[in-house]
């Protein structure tokens, strides 16, 4: 099982999200940004550093929302999602391919990475 943070980022009412790269396992799907937890590191620090390191932005983490468990065959993920504000930063994308800011509808048009979906499902229920 790997554990993997990931952050729903709203910045100016909208919501940030990435698309994997072909060479990523998941080619091209979109996902909230993210990263491995490393061992001895919490996971809002986690979350914190891999968006810095994906996107060269800084974030506040403000809520968690529920694990997401999913079994994609030659790996297994628990991925644990947080809610957060963007601070400051140029966004620069260093892994993945492509990034949109959109409104939190626009959601359900995207082709999400299957562990994301119901990260996309309990956000979409919530009041902002």
Request: with cysteine.
């Amino acid at each position: 099982m790997i554990n993997v943070t990931c952050a729903i980022i709203v910045i100016d009412s909208k919501i940030l999200v990435t698309q994997r790269s072909a060479k990523m396992k998941l080619p091209l799907k979109w996902e909230f940004p993210g990263g491995k937890l490393e061992v001895d590191e919490s996971e809002v620090d986690c979350v914190m550093r891999e968006v810095k390191e994906e996107l060269n932005i800084e974030i506040e983490v403000l809520n968690k929302l529920s694990n997401s468990i999913f079994d994609y065959g030659a790996f297994k993920i628990n991925l644990i999602p947080f809610i957060a504000n963007y601070i400051s930063g140029e966004i620069l994308l260093s892994e993945h391919k492509d990034y949109k800011l959109l409104d939190k509808i626009e959601l359900l048009n995207l082709d999400w990475a299957e562990a994301d979906l119901p990260i996309v499902e309990e956000f979409l229920k919530l009041e902002l």
